[in-house]
């Protein structure tokens, strides 16, 4: 696990490379004048201050104050200069993970978001980004310049007087095994922390996507509890982090103090022959505290880095998974001028998980410019059909063809450009209505009116105060659910695909308005090829063929006189208690 987790990391920071070798240049050199500047000092106790002369030669302690001044100047510009490096690094590097972790949500297939709740993907792209960005600007930026400080500074003390190093390095043992043993227990207690923050925030996604549900039902209060409950149970998951981070940067701080006190001893007991001046006394004290100084920020950062190692490992665990990416690329493009729109089902079975049929064996054929729908109780496959057309998912038997072309053999983007779906449930973005039509095609406002006219939508956009650039609330909440279903009618004709696919699109539309818009279906369904899915029996009695559908199987086929004269049939039956249903 550590090694796949370095390997991501190594992942992230491997384009960055020329940059983190400049950076670590930078901390290379301030990691010299931190060397020198305790140095500086030890000279004028030693050479100066003890002799109780001002200089020595050409040398005066105000030129040696001149050159400590300018250390600490050039030392506070290449921090300035590393530390912005490292934080444009760190803010490009996390650019270029959330889009690409953005990138593969919308390619992933319906397969995957099936499986993976739309709350962890938000989590994933949001908090977990974001911890990886703490982790960059917090540690990232100095933990270069930190393990070069401490190798070079021990390297010094060693020189200086390698028994004393020795010495001091009794200490390093215990602060290793310290570290350890308190890191694991971090390791754990972030994974804990993590999951509780994990379903804090999916809870939190999913009941502002559903507030109209707890108003609805009243359960504003049960919310709350479970909001209580779950906040509670993040606050005990941060409690032991916080407990045993407060321990490690005690124990670090005696450490320290225990260093600094065995070097005074030592050189007061000229302990093994260890005989220092003054100067090299504090030079010494100075170096190990230097030491100690990055080792207790690495340690501080502890939680940072444990809970971005966390999301790195959580983010790449959805990234490595290419099998649900959907191949854009790859396929036979269909040209618009050459699509003619017949459609075959040939031995068709399908199943979400394992061997659990939905569709057995379905054979059908839909002619160019044909209009067909598709009957039957729920779960009897309809809307099943509708999604293997768009390849939404991948078939366990036999085949679909557009055009007698293998539909696995299309160019998913050619396939879905030309194959358009009008849903029973519009999603209408907070943008403007022109937005919301033309999806980023740069339509003209022309084209855009043209379509909202088809749609019959042309009076409710013209009353609005600025027309098509509107801008409509969060999930379309300013329209009524007939005009946000007018909307979907008038983009779906602005994009003007192939075949047409109605999937209970006039569900949310009164019946007045459905009659008009019927007109606009009729025109279209004379020129394209034209599947419907519709519970009102009545938007359909014209459709050239009709499919009735039971347990995933075809049992009957015809259009609606043919289908009206068996008494006995399922069709038959199913539009008889349908205006019974109305009459009543």
């Known amino acids: 696990m550590k090694n796949k987790t370095f390997s991501r990391i190594y992942k992230l920071l ?98 995957f978001h ?44 060693v020189s200086i007087d390698p028994k004393l190093t020795l010495i001091c390095l009794v200490i390093i043992p215990f602060v290793i095994l310290t570290s350890v043993i308190i890191t694991k227990i971090t390791r754990k207690l972030q994974e804990y922390s993590k999951k509780a923050k994990t379903k804090l925030n999916i809870f939190l996604a999913e009941s502002i996507y559903g507030v109209k549900i707890i108003k609805l039902f009243n359960r504003q209060y049960e919310k709350e509890k479970e909001c209580a409950e779950l906040s509670n149970d993040f606050y005990k998951s ?96 269909l040209k618009d001028e050459d699509i003619k729109g017949k459609i075959e089902f040939k031995h068709v079975w399908f199943a979400y998980e394992g061997e659990d049929w939905v569709l057995k064996d379905i054979n059908f054929v839909i002619e160019p410019g044909q209009s067909i729908a598709f009957v039957g109780r729920t779960g009897s496959g309809k809307t099943t059909i509708i999604n293997l057309i768009n390849r939404f998912y991948e078939i366990q038997k036999g085949e679909i063809l557009i055009d007698g072309i293998n539909i696995k053999d299309i160019n998913l983007r050619s396939l879905r450009k030309n ?81 047409f696919i109605l999937d209970e699109a006039t569900a949310n539309i009164d019946t007045e308005t459905e009659k008009l818009i019927q007109q606009s279906i009729d025109k279209i369904s004379k020129e394209k090829t034209s599947i419907f899915i519709a519970h009102r029996l009545s938007t359909i009695v014209n459709v050239d063929k009709i499919i009735v559908l039971s347990d995933g199987n075809i049992i009957e086929q015809g259009n609606h006189n043919e289908l009206m004269q068996n008494k006995d049939g399922y069709y038959n039956k199913l539009y008889n208690a349908y205006y019974k249903n109305l009459a009543v």
């Open 419 to 499: 194959v358009g779906i009008i849903l029973q449930d519009t999603f209408i973005y907070a943008k403007s209505i022109k937005e919301n039509i033309e999806l980023n095609e740069n339509l003209s406002d022309e084209a855009i009116m043209e379509s909202i006219n088809l749609a019959l939508a042309g009076d409710f956009v013209n009353s609005l105060p600025n027309g098509i650039e509107e801008i409509a609330h969060e999930k379309g909440s300013s329209f009524s659910s007939g005009q946000k279903q007018l909307l979907a009618f008038a983009r779906i004709f602005a994009h003007n695909p192939s075949i």
């Open 14 to 111: 491997k384009p960055k490379t020329k940059s983190l070798m400049i950076i670590s240049i930078l901390a290379i050199v301030i990691t010299i004048g931190e060397i020198i500047k305790p140095y500086l000092i030890k000279v004028v106790i030693d050479d100066y201050l003890s002799m109780e002369i001002w200089q020595k030669g050409a040398i005066t302690i105000g030129i040696i104050g001149a050159i400590y001044i300018a250390i600490v100047l050039i030392g506070s510009f290449l921090n300035f200069v590393s530390s912005t490096a490292t934080d444009m690094v760190g803010e490009d590097v996390i650019y270029g993970l959330r889009n690409k972790l953005y990138k593969y949500i919308v390619k992933a297939n319906i397969p």
């Open 238 to 333: 941060r409690v032991p982090m916080g407990f045993t981070e407060g321990i490690l940067i005690a124990l670090m701080v005696i450490f320290e103090n225990l260093s600094v006190t065995l070097i005074v001893w030592s050189c007061m007991n000229h302990f093994f022959g260890i005989s220092l001046d003054v100067g090299f006394i504090y030079i010494f004290i100075t170096y190990l505290k230097q030491i100690f100084e990055p080792i207790q920020r690495i340690i501080e950062n502890f939680e940072t880095i444990q809970e971005a190692l966390v999301s790195i490992n959580k983010i790449y665990d959805i990234l490595e998974h290419k099998e649900y990416l959907e191949d854009f690329e790859n396929g036979i493009e």
């Open 114 to 157: 099936d499986r993976t709740p739309s709350g962890i993907l938000f989590v994933r792209i949001t908090s977990d980004v974001e911890d990886i960005t703490t982790f960059f600007n917090d540690v990232v930026t100095t933990i270069a310049k930190d393990i070069i400080m401490i190798i070079a500074l021990a390297v010094m003390m």
